[in-house]
């Protein structure tokens, strides 16, 4: 058996070059690329591979700066969900704190379910220079440092104490990395002498090696009964989660219902499995879903989940379906989703394969003729609803809703829409119009603030044949706005529009609902006397000059009664350009967009001196009474 003498560095990059992930067809390299942020923990290691084979072997492993290690396993989680979990980024950091700034990030990616490979650097494995610099010392455990907060964040985790561990724990890496069922953050923790010594690496290890995506098909006895219970439903209504755009199921999810009328809701993750036209597409269902949506499924006697795993946002708190002989048919290629909310038949198995078996034995289903025309006419309603809330009115400070609009009436049908958190998430599920299955990127199972804009450069670097327009609010991109000095460097071009509505509208909103009236959420400065932030001046903040000090082009969008069709020229003038823009305008946070009859269970206080609290608990009490408390097997009464 040939072999090579290369540092652990160096055989690690290598083997990384060489991994490619199949999916039918389809293949491509499984580590597209590795992003660094060096220091001492991995100058001489990590970055001294990725030196020499930029040198000796240039097309072997990309490599691009980030100037924030949560903004660069951000990017590396939206350009791995463009990819339908087929591809992602390893991201290299030194020890300590560049180590911990990637802990949000891995969060993000095993809570979405997207790859995402860290590299963090660790502390000397022969303890030869105890304790080195930024390190974390345990008295009581000398084996720990600040990588094991890694721990209950990754899908797999492993150090490397000794080169000749390197090898399970690559091939390990790979396996989560490429297991739909499995993935997440995969870590793998170097510490910094180990990154230097020098390892025999077989040829084979070095070798090119392919990861088959797997994509299980579902019982035939299980979908026959699946088949029978669709059959005897009069009310059955589809839940399509992210499962089914990381399936690339959207297209065997239209024939589906196109052959049967069954109506289908979508989450956070499954918006885009169908267009927003489509007759059977009812919108977002849950806590910040459409009345067409919502309306259907609490009336549902057979909910069909594909793909989903029930946030309580998808299931409004479990006051979505509501009808008391509701069951569940979960389709889900883990079984960890598929058994939720005590489902009465999981599958576990893919979601497309499911759909296309599920389309050959219901052959002859449809819904009936009452039940598509009740969901057409909910649909219709809704549209309506939307399109009167789109109609600008003419105010120096538009509503979120308004700027929704004009963004997308200026977007194009495969552009790809990037949230995460705030209010705007929430107004997207049920007012964006998406017109592609990959056309709406918004991150809402961690909904971190700081996602959006580092995200929307990985959605870019993705597919530079769609634009990435990132919608962000003030508060968030305070949080994280350093990466467009890294799209400035690389000339990629995303558009960002950036509503400032001078603090966190979203909390802002749920404070007021909840009785605390938006305590601590504006951006005011602080009264001393009545210690808060809400009686002061506006901050004199300018967060557009700010951007532009990064590099990036700048439209201000001016507080006048034509806001609206400037920012909707503003948003075209950006698509024709061929460089980064952000887009900057004011908005009235107080101005909220149309209800779907969702709630969302926010617990609040059961004894209080303020009035406003009081009130808000007794609203609560009455909601509450809505919840199930075991999904799939009938409702519950809480009384």
């Given at each position: 058996?040939?072999?090579r003498?290369?540092?652990?560095?160096?055989?690690?990059?290598?083997?990384?070059g060489?991994q490619?992930t199949v999916?039918?067809?389809?293949?491509?390299?499984?580590?597209?690329?590795?992003?660094?942020?060096?220091?001492?923990?991995?100058?001489?290691?990590?970055?001294q591979?990725?030196?020499?084979?930029?040198?000796?072997?240039?097309?072997?492993?990309?490599?691009?700066?980030a100037?924030?290690?949560?903004?660069?396993?951000?990017?590396?989680?939206?350009?791995?969900?463009m990819?339908?979990r087929?591809s992602?980024?390893?991201?290299?950091?030194s020890?300590g704190?560049?180590?911990?700034?990637?802990?949000?990030g891995?969060a993000?990616?095993?809570?979405?379910?997207?790859?995402v490979l860290?590299?963090?650097?660790?502390?000397?494995?022969?303890?030869?220079?105890?304790?080195?610099?930024?390190?974390?010392?345990?008295?009581?455990?000398?084996?720990?440092?600040?990588?094991?907060?890694?721990?209950?964040?990754?899908?797999?985790?492993?150090?490397?104490q000794?080169?000749?561990?390197?090898?399970?724990?690559?091939?390990?890496?790979?396996?989560?990395?490429?297991?739909?069922?499995?993935?997440g953050?995969?870590?793998?923790?170097?510490?910094?002498?180990?990154?230097?010594?020098?390892i025999?690496?077989?040829?084979?290890?070095?070798?090119?090696?392919?990861?088959?995506i797997?994509?299980?098909r579902?019982?035939?006895?299980l979908?026959?009964?699946?088949?029978?219970?669709?059959?005897g439903?009069?009310?059955?209504?589809i839940?399509?989660?992210?499962?089914?755009?990381?399936?690339?199921?959207?297209?065997?999810?239209?024939?589906f219902?196109?052959?049967?009328?069954?109506p289908?809701?979508?989450s956070?993750?499954?918006?885009?499995?169908?267009?927003?036209?489509h007759?059977?597409?009812?919108?977002?269902?849950?806590?910040?879903?459409?009345?067409?949506?919502?309306r259907?499924?609490?009336e549902?006697?057979l909910?069909?989940?594909?793909?989903?795993?029930?946030?309580?946002?998808?299931a409004a708190?479990r006051?979505?379906?509501?009808?008391?002989?509701?069951?569940?048919?979960?389709?889900?290629?883990?079984?960890?989703?598929?058994?939720?909310?005590?489902?009465?038949?999981?599958?576990?198995?893919?979601?497309?394969?499911?759909?296309?078996?599920?389309?050959?034995?219901?052959?002859?289903?449809?819904v009936s003729?009452?039940?598509?025309?009740?969901?057409?006419?909910e649909?219709?309603?809704?549209?309506?609803?939307?399109?009167?809330?789109?109609v600008?009115?003419?105010?120096?400070l538009?509503?979120?809703?308004?700027?929704?609009g004009?963004?997308?009436?200026?977007s194009?049908?495969?552009?790809?829409l990037?949230?995460?958190?705030?209010?705007l998430?929430?107004?997207?599920?049920?007012?964006?119009?998406?017109?592609?299955?990959?056309g709406?990127h918004?991150?809402?199972?961690?909904?971190?603030m700081g996602?959006?804009?580092?995200?929307?450069?990985?959605?870019?670097?993705?597919?530079?044949?769609r634009?990435?327009?990132?919608?962000?609010?003030?508060?968030s991109?305070?949080?994280?706005?350093s990466?467009?000095?890294?799209?400035?460097a690389?000339?990629?071009?995303?558009?960002?529009?950036l509503?400032?509505n001078?603090?966190?509208a979203?909390?802002?909103?749920?404070?007021?609902?909840?009785?605390s009236?938006?305590?601590?959420?504006?951006?005011?400065?602080?009264?001393?006397?009545?210690?808060?932030?809400e009686?002061?001046?506006?901050?004199?903040v300018?967060l557009?000059h700010?951007a532009e000090?990064?590099?990036?082009?700048?439209?201000?969008?001016?507080?006048?009664?034509?806001?609206?069709?400037?920012?909707s020229?503003?948003?075209?003038?950006a698509?024709?350009?061929?460089?980064?823009?952000?887009?900057?305008?004011?908005?009235?946070?107080?101005?909220?967009?149309p209800?779907?009859?969702?709630w969302?269970?926010?617990?609040?206080?059961?004894?209080?001196?303020?009035e406003?609290?009081?009130?808000?608990?007794?609203?609560?009490?009455?909601?509450?009474?809505?919840?199930?408390?075991?999904?799939?097997?009938?409702s519950a009464?809480r009384?």
């Amino acid at each position: 058996m040939t072999s090579r003498r290369m540092t652990v560095s160096q055989a690690l990059i290598e083997f990384l070059g060489h991994q490619f992930t199949v999916d039918g067809d389809h293949r491509e390299r499984t580590i597209a690329g590795t992003f660094g942020i060096f220091g001492h923990g991995n100058v001489a290691g990590i970055g001294q591979a990725l030196k020499q084979f930029s040198l000796d072997q240039p097309g072997l492993m990309p490599y691009y700066q980030a100037r924030n290690e949560q903004g660069m396993v951000h990017e590396s989680i939206a350009y791995s969900r463009m990819t339908r979990r087929r591809s992602t980024f390893a991201n290299a950091a030194s020890v300590g704190p560049g180590a911990t700034n990637m802990l949000t990030g891995a969060a993000v990616a095993t809570t979405n379910r997207l790859p995402v490979l860290l590299l963090p650097s660790d502390t000397f494995a022969t303890r030869v220079a105890d304790p080195v610099l930024q390190q974390l010392e345990l008295p009581h455990d000398a084996s720990m440092s600040v990588n094991d907060a890694f721990k209950p964040l990754s899908r797999f985790f492993d150090r490397v104490q000794r080169p000749e561990q390197l090898f399970s724990a690559a091939l390990g890496a790979m396996r989560v990395l490429t297991d739909p069922v499995e993935t997440g953050a995969v870590t793998i923790a170097l510490p910094e002498d180990v990154q230097a010594e020098v390892i025999d690496v077989p040829a084979e290890f070095l070798a090119d090696r392919e990861w088959h995506i797997r994509r299980p098909r579902p019982d035939a006895g299980l979908m026959a009964e699946v088949a029978r219970q669709i059959a005897g439903a009069k009310n059955p209504f589809i839940v399509a989660g992210g499962g089914v755009i990381y399936s690339d199921a959207a297209e065997a999810l239209r024939v589906f219902v196109e052959a049967t009328g069954i109506p289908v809701g979508m989450s956070q993750a499954g918006v885009g499995s169908l267009n927003w036209d489509h007759p059977q597409n009812m919108g977002s269902v849950g806590a910040t879903g459409t009345t067409a949506a919502n309306r259907l499924a609490a009336e549902a006697d057979l909910i069909i989940g594909i793909g989903t795993r029930y946030s309580d946002f998808t299931a409004a708190s479990r006051t979505a379906f509501r009808n008391p002989n509701v069951r569940f048919i979960n389709i889900n290629i883990a079984s960890f989703d598929a058994f939720k909310h005590g489902s009465a038949l999981p599958v576990v198995a893919d979601a497309r394969e499911s759909l296309r078996e599920l389309s050959d034995v219901i052959s002859g289903y449809h819904v009936s003729a009452e039940y598509a025309a009740r969901a057409a006419a909910e649909k219709a309603e809704w549209d309506a609803v939307v399109d009167e809330a789109f109609v600008p009115r003419g105010l120096e400070l538009p509503s979120q809703t308004e700027i929704i609009g004009a963004v997308q009436q200026a977007s194009d049908p495969r552009d790809v829409l990037v949230c995460a958190a705030g209010s705007l998430p929430g107004d997207l599920h049920k007012l964006w119009r998406v017109r592609d299955d990959l056309g709406y990127h918004v991150e809402y199972a961690f909904s971190c603030m700081g996602y959006e804009i580092a995200a929307g450069i990985g959605v870019a670097r993705a597919d530079k044949t769609r634009d990435a327009i990132v919608m962000v609010g003030d508060g968030s991109f305070l949080m994280l706005n350093s990466e467009i000095v890294s799209a400035v460097a690389e000339g990629i071009k995303f558009i960002i529009v950036l509503i400032q509505n001078h603090g966190y509208a979203s909390i802002g909103h749920l404070s007021e609902t909840v009785g605390s009236q938006r305590y601590g959420t504006l951006y005011r400065t602080r009264d001393e006397a009545g210690n808060n932030f809400e009686q002061g001046e506006k901050l004199p903040v300018d967060l557009a000059h700010s951007a532009e000090g990064l590099g990036i082009d700048v439209i201000r969008v001016e507080p006048t009664t034509n806001a609206i069709a400037d920012l909707s020229a503003a948003v075209k003038a950006a698509k024709a350009s061929d460089r980064a823009t952000l887009i900057h305008i004011n908005s009235d946070p107080l101005l909220y967009s149309p209800s779907g009859e969702g709630w969302w269970d926010v617990p609040i206080a059961e004894v209080s001196t303020m009035e406003s609290t009081q009130k808000s608990r007794a609203n609560y009490e009455e909601a509450v009474k809505a919840q199930n408390l075991y999904l799939g097997r009938g409702s519950a009464d809480r009384n």
